[in-house]
């Protein structure tokens, strides 16, 4: 019997409409693999959508591939990674479920962590879904018995958290699970949530991290392009041996240029000068660093430099300039991805208040609140009233009071 082991395939991440369409085409041409290599079921350790709730483009199409499965009478199993899973709402992977397009794994009865047992498989399944960041490990630690599988069956258990054994080094600062922390007698341990793929041994059995399947951010792209394999793993139950299958949808390619002392005006002209050959239909990074020496953003010419490089064969190009400094004056106060910029001007908001009712998380989420969508035929004060419930959730009032 062999199985398919897939993790972080973010579907639905990117802005970049052919950023987008890459990342699907990369589980697209996965499950593919896997009915081509005759598998028998699939695992993914969360993260199978960037969103709880993704465009409904990226549902359909998504389902369309899981249905390729069920037609075939390939289970897939899952548990929710930090990012499918919701607090407040039902998740697209729980829709899924209903259709019976996928199984969710996790079975808790209070503290006790139960098997999801197929006869048919003759698998024992054993699961932990992953909270919102930050809380990935909560379930994990609450957890205080495990019940043993039938006899005869194959233990497996997907986990969504990170294992201090399999991080790479830029990540050795984050919170995580020691491989020692794992339970014992498992046969396979499918984990997911670092996009870096790893490998362990516990007692014999493999520890097994495949990575992102395409990746999510600039930062996973950047490692992609600097030789970090991309793909998932198909085991063969018989002597439990992962083979990596690639896969390499297009070519990403790293530009790094720097603009020490440079002024903003000139960008245009150094980045010309450092163009490397640019490959066709591939995605290029322009990744600019750098202390200038004058100039405002709008100098960079951003848009003429991309427009160049699609013009020259590149699929798309996306820049990350989170390492660029202008001059002090025009020094912005705070950097990082737009989620790590609210969260600072929080933090310093929320320090310097005398009204301290609120945390950051809670601010946060609060936040989150006004991205939410009015839904099709959703009346004006159906919209609001929701919101507010929302919010008032988030706020700990009860309404009925
Ligand atoms: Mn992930």
């Known amino acids: 019997m062999k199985f398919a082991h897939l993790s972080d395939i973010h579907l639905g991440a990117f802005s970049d409409r052919s950023l987008r369409d890459l990342s699907f085409d990369a589980f697209s041409y996965s499950v593919e693999k896997c009915i081509e290599n005759d598998v028998d079921f699939v695992l993914i350790s969360g993260d199978f959508f960037h969103n709880p709730v993704p465009d409904m483009s990226i549902s359909r199409d998504a389902a369309e591939k899981l249905k390729e499965f069920k037609d075939r009478g390939i289970k897939v199993f899952t548990i929710y990674g930090s990012h499918d899973y919701s607090p407040l709402s039902a998740s697209m992977i729980d829709i899924f479920e209903k259709a019976g397009l996928i199984s969710k794994v996790q079975r808790l009865d209070g503290k006790k962590l139960l098997p999801l047992v197929d006869k048919d498989l003759n698998i024992s399944l054993y699961g932990i879904d992953?909270?919102?960041?930050?809380?990935?490990?909560?379930?994990?630690?609450?957890?205080?018995?495990?019940?043993?599988?039938?006899?005869?069956?194959?233990?497996?258990?997907?986990m969504h958290l990170a294992i201090r054994e399999l991080l790479p080094y830029d990540l050795f600062m984050i919170e995580a699970l020691n491989i020692s922390d794992l339970p014992k007698g498992m046969k396979y341990y499918a984990l997911g949530h670092i996009h870096f793929p790893g490998y362990y041994e516990l007692d014999g059995s493999p520890v097994v991290q495949p990575g992102a399947l395409f990746g999510s951010d600039f930062t996973d792209l950047e490692n992609t392009a600097k030789g970090v394999k991309r793909g998932f793993y198909i085991v063969d139950t018989d002597n439990m041996k992962p083979e990596f299958i690639e896969v390499n949808i297009a070519p990403i390619i790293l530009m790094k240029i720097n603009l020490d002392n440079k002024h903003a005006s000139s960008a245009y002209d150094e980045v010309m000068r450092n163009l490397g050959k640019i490959e066709k239909e591939s995605v290029v990074l322009l990744h600019l660093e750098g202390n200038l020496s004058g100039g405002k953003q709008s100098d960079l010419q951003i848009h003429r430099i991309k427009r160049y490089i699609i013009e020259n064969g590149a699929r798309t190009v996306i820049h990350n300039q989170s390492q660029l400094k202008f001059p002090e004056s025009q020094k912005a106060k705070f950097t990082g991805t737009i989620e790590e910029i609210e969260r600072k001007i929080l933090e310093e908001k929320i320090s310097s208040s005398k009204i301290k009712a609120l945390s950051v998380d809670s601010s946060l989420e609060l936040l989150n609140i006004l991205s939410i969508q009015k839904e099709d035929?959703?009346?004006?004060?159906?919209?609001?009233?929701?919101?507010?419930?929302?919010?008032?959730?988030?706020?700990?009032?009860?309404e009925s009071d």
């Open 377 to 398: 035929g959703e009346r004006d004060s159906d919209y609001k009233e929701r919101l507010s419930k929302l919010a008032m959730k988030i706020l700990g009032v009860d």
């Open 130 to 158: 992953a909270r919102k960041n930050g809380l990935d490990q909560e379930t994990w630690r609450s957890i205080e018995e495990i019940e043993k599988p039938p006899n005869g069956t194959i233990p497996i258990i997907l």
